[in-house]
């Protein structure tokens, strides 16, 4: 008797999540809706100001506002910081997608757009939905997630193709690599698919392939 009242509170508890979850998604659609065309920046949260990923960071997401983009990141530290950084300091939508989590992610003082997530998969709806172009900085599982959920929704064609960049050719280049020579090589995917991703270094080269491509 104790186990189905336990299986039927489950049920309920199931029921409400939808809600919780409906609830998440009408309060970000809402609050994103008019941030303007924006690119989202991604990369580790361990990473100090004193990291020279951390200051190219903040510099690609100052050029990304003085070329009319709003910045999206995760909300939290080391490159989302240092990206909502830039693009506040240089005077543009600075919006910080934040996901609690037991440990790490604590918001950054940067985002002047703030939103809070309990949900990952509904903070990952939010970045395709509100981005043009995806800069992946280095970073750890979260980074490499946020970058193969694009390539995958690009490459089958669930969305419309948007640039995704990533930066530091020296910390790419090992990954670029095995994907040509075993997933390309052994035909888990078609040559063509790497034509979605770009590897760059040089911020105002990378700020202008955004704006290139959106153009054409």
Not at 75 to 84: D, L, P, V
Not at 149 to 160: D, G, S, W
Request: aromatic fraction near 10%; charge should be neutral.
């Amino acid at each position: 008797m104790e186990k189905q009242y336990l299986i039927d509170d489950f049920r309920k508890e199931e029921s409400w999540r939808v809600f919780r979850i409906m609830g998440e998604l009408v309060e970000a659609v809402e609050t994103l809706h008019d941030v303007g065309p924006a690119v989202s920046i991604f990369g580790s949260a361990r990473l100090t100001a004193a990291d020279p990923y951390y200051q190219k960071a903040e510099d690609i997401a100052a050029r990304c506002v003085q070329n009319n983009f709003a910045v999206i990141t995760g909300g939290g530290g080391g490159i989302m910081e240092a990206a909502n950084k830039g693009a506040r300091k240089a005077g543009g939508i600075s919006a910080g997608l934040n996901i609690q989590l037991p440990f790490e992610q604590e918001p950054n003082k940067y985002a002047n757009v703030r939103l809070e997530f309990k949900y990952f998969f509904v903070r990952k709806v939010m970045f395709v939905k509100y981005s043009l172009a995806y800069i992946v900085m280095p970073g750890g599982f979260g980074t490499l997630d946020e970058l193969f959920e694009a390539v995958t929704l690009i490459q089958t064609r669930r969305i419309k193709p948007f640039s995704v960049i990533l930066v530091g050719s020296e910390f790419w280049g090992g990954l670029v690599t095995w994907i040509k020579d075993t997933l390309v090589a052994q035909k888990r995917i078609s040559p063509q698919d790497m034509d979605i991703i770009e590897v760059m270094d040089d911020p105002a080269e990378i700020v202008r392939s955004v704006s290139r491509r959106l153009v054409l």
